[in-house]
Structure formats: structure tokens, C-alpha cells
């Protein structure tokens, strides 16, 4: 399923080529850096920049025998470049190239995972203006409460997904940096110079403070950002399924033609996207707290964050990348049925309007807990009885000496809870704009 859904350049950006691509683009920064203050003669310059290339095969061979990724990267260009290869690394350690290489694959992977939250969002406000004044139930712990509009829901995870945007994004330009200071940060063999040089041609901001690595609170933050990002995406998904339900059923997935639910039954369509995005989104949350634990480093530096990074680094990206594309795709074939949530609501009785008769009768002078205590038993009465709350409220005589008819049935319109929802759409939405016609919904 992965394959169908997620974007090939995501893909793309994680294989061994562009990682080695990624080192070499380091390589040839420094090496241009040192040519424009003099140390890299301009003809060795130009041999280097023809014939510097990537063999992954060869690199991977060598590593073999050096056991050191980095030095077999080196090995592999010497044997391409020559003689003029003795500039490539001058000055420099494996985590100068590395981390700041790593820096440039996550500024590659964020814009692509903003541009899919982009898309998300432009998702959920079609749907939300599409579903503007569609009553439904509002639920708390599972149980009717007070009417909402269909709109409202879906606009309150755009709310939530335009936050998730925004974190991300700075996350995101926190981890613009590099670091080309050599060994344990001290610049020894080279210079603060030099490392502004090379990282303006890679559109990176020094690190203010590099050990022998960037320092990992700049990862943590990144993959804990998208960690929160998959929280919101799995409680959409979860409020799509419970949506789904057979005694629910406002709001399922799009099912195409020769699409199968069940081995054994064939009645059966499933939430099976909402379902799968879950699981993704649990996955992504566990490597933030990876993450986490690659912060306490011993000293300078050790090596024991190389290996997690190997495998959180293009799994978190590629994993929300396909999350957040996926759920696109599953908005935009949503089925929604106002039809049924009209049903859903009666079947509460009209017990939604309590809290509207509580607070006419504490308006009349009716002190608060005898409100309550009246609305309580009425509702009781509704619930066990089966019967419209509305309907006893006008029959009681206790209700009727504080309420007029005239002032009961104005307690009773469901128009009332949709009073502010033009207002919380122009919080949302600017400018506004003609929601896109969905088949099905």
C-alpha cells in the first residue's frame, strides 16, 4: 500500500545515492570555500568539479574492508578525481559532511511534508465550508451533548492542522543549519570563515555552537514536532471511524468498485484507511522519543545517535509523508450523511436542549441547583421513557409557571447553536472562498 500512496521524491530523498549526493554537494562546498580564500589552486578546482562523481556500488565495496562509510566515500572520489582529491576534507571530520548533509536531506524531506500539510489543510476547509450549517450531534465521552455543525467538527481539525503547520515549519528552519568546525568544534584546521562560506552555497546557517555534531535538541525538536503532527492526524482518523460505525454511520470512507471489506464477509466495508493511518501515526511518535534519547552524547560526541538516525531519519519523513498524503486522499472521497445525522440526533430525544431550559429558568430568578434539579428530573423522565424532552417540558406545570409557550418553543430551535459559526469560519478562513463539489457527500 506504502508504494500507491507516498510520493516518489520522498522516496527519492532517503536512498544511498542522494545521501552520498548530499556528501558531495558538502564536499565541493568546503572545497569552493577554499578556493575563494586562496588554499585550492583554481585549476585543481575545476579537475575536481569534473570528475567528482558518486559509484554507490564502489563506495559500498570499500566499506567492506574500511568499515567507515565516510572514508569509503573519500577512497571512492580519490580514485575518481586523482591527485587533486588530496583538497577534498582538508581540515575536515566525518561529522562536518555528515551532519550537515543530513541538515540539507531534512530541509528536503520538511518541504515536502509542508507541502502535504498544505494539502491537508486545503482538504479540510473544502470540507468544512462544504458542510457549513450541517446540523449533527456533538459528542462528549461518546454521549449526545449539545448540537454542532458537521462543518464545525471538520473545522476544528483545520484549526488543529494549521498549528501542526506551523510548528513543523519552525522545526523545521531550526534544523537550516551546519557545522564545518572540525574535530571537537574549535575550528583547528579551519576557520569560522570558511564555514560561512561553504554553508551560504548550501543555503544553511552556521550552528552557533557545534561540538564535533550538531547538537541533537535540533533533531528532537524536529521529530517531536512531527510526533505531535501524527497525534492530530491519528484523532482525526479515530473520529472518522467512530463516525463509521454501523450504529453511528454519518461520515465513511469511500469505497471503489471491486473493493472487498472481508474475507469472510462480504457485507463488510471496512475503515481501513483511517485504520492503517493510525498505526503509521503510532510509529512516527515512537521515534520521537528515539529522538529524545540521542540528545546525552558523551562529551563532544560519541557515535551512539548514528545508527538510530539511519533508520528515524527516513522512516518518521517517509511515514508522515505517506500519513498525511493518504488522509488527503481519504477526505477527498469521504461520504457524509446529513440524512442520518438528522436520525442520529432524535435519538437523544431532544435531551440537547437541557441546558438551554436550565439557564431560561435560572433567568426567571429560579435559584441555579432548583434548575437544576427540575431539567434533571424531567431528562431522567425523557431517557427512561423514551419520550420528547421538548414535549415534557411544555406539559410541566413546574416549567410552565416560570416559561410562556411563546418562550418554550424559542428554547427548542437547533438554529440557535449555529449562532456564531459565521464568526468562527471568519477566524479560519481568509479569504473566503466557494467550497469544490465532492460526488457523494
Not at 524536529?222 to 492526524?233: D, E, Q, R, W
Not at 410541566?396 to 459565521?422: C, K, Q, T, W
Request: glycine content about 6%; some cysteine.
Amino acid at each position: 500500500m506504502i508504494e500507491r500512496y507516498t510520493r516518489a521524491e520522498m522516496g527519492r530523498i532517503w536512498t544511498l545515492e542522494n545521501r552520498y549526493r548530499a556528501w558531495l554537494t558538502v564536499e565541493l562546498a568546503v572545497c569552493e570555500a577554499w578556493r575563494e580564500m586562496g588554499r585550492i589552486p583554481g585549476e585543481a578546482m575545476d579537475v575536481i568539479r569534473g570528475r567528482a562523481d558518486i559509484d554507490v556500488v564502489r563506495i559500498l565495496e570499500i566499506e567492506e574492508s574500511a568499515r567507515h562509510d565516510v572514508i569509503a566515500f573519500l577512497t571512492s572520489l580519490e580514485e575518481k578525481i586523482g591527485p587533486e582529491a588530496r583538497y577534498i576534507h582538508l581540515g575536515c571530520t566525518s561529522s562536518d559532511i555528515v551532519d550537515t548533509a543530513n541538515a540539507l536531506l531534512l530541509q528536503q524531506a520538511g518541504e515536502l511534508i509542508q507541502k502535504d500539510a498544505r494539502a491537508l489543510l486545503e482538504e479540510l476547509e473544502t470540507l468544512a465550508r462544504r458542510h457549513k450549517g450541517v446540523l449533527c450531534m456533538g459528542r462528549t465521552h461518546g454521549i449526545h451533548a449539545e448540537p454542532t455543525s458537521f462543518g464545525l467538527k471538520i473545522a476544528g481539525f483545520y484549526a488543529e492542522f494549521a498549528r501542526h503547520l506551523k510548528r513543523f515549519a519552525a522545526a523545521a528552519e531550526n534544523m537550516r543549519v551546519g557545522k564545518i568546525s572540525g574535530a571537537v568544534g574549535t575550528y583547528a584546521f579551519l576557520s569560522p570563515e570558511l564555514e560561512a562560506k561553504a554553508l551560504a552555497r548550501l543555503n544553511l546557517k552556521a550552528d552557533e555552537h557545534s561540538t564535533q555534531i550538531i547538537q541533537r535538541d535540533r533533531h528532537a525538536q524536529f521529530f517531536s514536532t512531527l510526533a505531535v503532527m501524527a497525534g492530530g492526524i491519528e484523532r482525526l482518523c479515530t473520529e472518522l471511524r467512530h463516525l463509521q460505525r454501523t450504529e453511528v454511520l454519518e461520515a465513511e470512507e469511500g469505497f471503489s468498485e471491486g473493493q472487498k471489506g472481508s474475507s469472510a464477509m462480504p457485507h463488510k466495508r471496512n475503515p481501513i484507511s483511517a485504520e492503517n493511518i493510525c498505526g503509521i501515526s503510532r510509529l512516527i511518535r515512537s521515534n520521537a522519543l528515539a529522538a529524545m534519547e540521542n540528545q546525552a552524547l558523551w562529551h563532544e560526541r560519541d557515535i551512539s545517535h548514528s545508527s538510530v538516525e539511519r533508520v528515524i531519519m527516513p522512516d518518521s519523513a517517509i511515514l508522515a509523508d505517506y500519513a498525511l498524503t493518504r488522509l488527503a486522499e481519504l477526505l477527498r472521497g469521504l461520504v457524509v450523511n446529513p440524512g442520518r445525522m438528522r436520525e442520529n440526533m432524535e435519538k437523544s430525544f431532544g435531551l440537547c436542549f437541557s441546558q438551554r431550559l436550565l439557564t431560561a429558568l435560572v433567568d426567571t430568578g429560579l435559584p441555579r441547583q432548583k434548575a437544576y434539579e427540575a431539567v434533571q428530573r424531567l431528562a431522567m423522565q425523557s431517557w427512561e421513557e423514551r419520550r420528547s424532552f421538548p414535549e415534557l417540558a411544555r406539559a410541566d406545570p413546574g416549567i410552565r409557571a416560570h416559561l410562556s409557550n411563546v418562550e418554550l418553543e424559542d428554547l427548542f430551535d437547533m438554529a440557535y447553536y449555529l449562532r456564531h459559526e459565521d464568526v468562527i469560519y471568519a477566524r479560519l478562513f481568509t479569504p473566503p472562498r466557494q467550497p469544490r463539489e465532492r460526488k457523494g457527500t
